[in-house]
């Protein structure tokens, strides 16, 4: 299988940028659109949105640093090379290199977080953003409840110490992907299989694991250190903002998403949808609707 199939209207490329290589599909015409993915998958997510969205943008869909087919570099003593910060500027460079230097920006989960600190550090590119199914990294750390805790049990099995989640995930890493993704609101049944088993192979690529774990280990670290910073410093997200969220996932449970991004964004709206976690993958075309129309109404 190759991700090839799932984007046999896209360009798949290669970028050298920031020290590392990042992978992903680029196609369509019009406004370019950046599109990050989340845990535990790869760019993959946007398939059933890519075809209706490459109609009016230039869609720009890559791996993270540490995921799919992109570099995953050892992690620093600090995380500092898998920081927000420093991931958002792999994403600043891809678009940099085609030659866009204000775009939209579509993100979900880890991509969401990784969209949320490359608006911050870099307002003036960032024409519109929308985020899906997260609240800020920082409140929910600082409001983590029982439930939360025991529903995203990842988030601090992630950031043990190295070697240890890494070697647990590497005995089994397709097993892996079925429990952390299976376990949800909606099952394995909204994944088609082709990108599910793109999941699978990237997961167990080299150094998949530990890009991973270092993603989280500096989500609970440096990342924090960056957002005190903002809110310290009075800085908030200026343009406009939308934030989705599943009505039946952990967040919409656990938090009042709209609220918190009201917090950090001088611009924000937000909703949910009937679904799960995985909005691009369960709802797929309300998404669409709910996409389209943000991004094409005056600002």
């Known amino acids: 299988m190759s991700i090839n199939q799932l984007f046999p209207d896209f360009e798949p490329r290669v970028f050298e940028v920031n020290g590392i290589q990042i992978a992903g599909h680029i196609g369509g015409s019009g406004s370019p659109l950046l599109l990050l993915h989340g845990h535990p998958q790869t760019h993959a997510i946007w398939h059933k949105l890519a075809p209706a969205l490459m109609k009016s943008h230039t869609l720009v869909m890559t791996d993270l640093r540490g995921y799919g087919d992109s570099s995953k570099p050892q992690g620093d003593i600090d ?12 994403q600043v460079e891809v678009m940099n290199q085609l030659g866009f230097d204000r775009f939209d920006v579509l993100a979900h989960d880890r991509g969401a977080r ?3 600190r490359l608006a911050m550090d870099h307002a003036d590119a960032v024409k519109k953003l929308i985020m899906l199914d997260i609240a800020p990294t920082l409140s ?3 409001k983590t409840t029982e439930a939360f805790a025991k529903a995203y049990w990842h988030w601090f099995f992630l950031i043990q110490p190295s070697p240890l989640p890494e070697r647990l995930i590497d005995a089994d890493p397709a097993g892996y992907i079925r429990d ?16 599910l088993a793109e999941y699978m ?7 998949a694991a530990h890009g991973m774990c270092e993603d989280y280990r500096a989500a609970a670290g440096i990342d924090l250190i960056h957002d005190r910073e903002d809110i310290a410093a009075g800085k908030k997200l200026e343009m406009p903002t939308m934030v989705l ?4 996932g952990v967040v919409n449970k656990c938090f ?9 964004c001088r ?8 679904c799960g976690h995985y909005l691009p993958e369960e709802a797929p075309d309300m998404l669409l609707e709910k996409v389209a129309t943000f991004l094409h109404q005056d600002s």
């Open 79 to 90: 995380h500092s090379n898998y920081s927000k910060r420093v991931m958002a500027q792999d």
């Open 267 to 274: 611009n924000v709206i937000g909703e949910t949808l009937p």
């Open 245 to 248: 969220w599943g009505a039946d």
């Open 256 to 264: 009042k998403p709209l609220e918190e991004w009201q917090a950090i």
């Open 114 to 116: 990784v969209a949320h």
């Open 201 to 207: 192979r990237c997961v167990a690529l080299p150094g």
């Open 140 to 142: 929910m750390y600082e």
């Open 180 to 195: 952390v993704m299976g376990r949800r609101f909606a099952g394995l049944k909204p994944f088609d299989p082709l990108a």
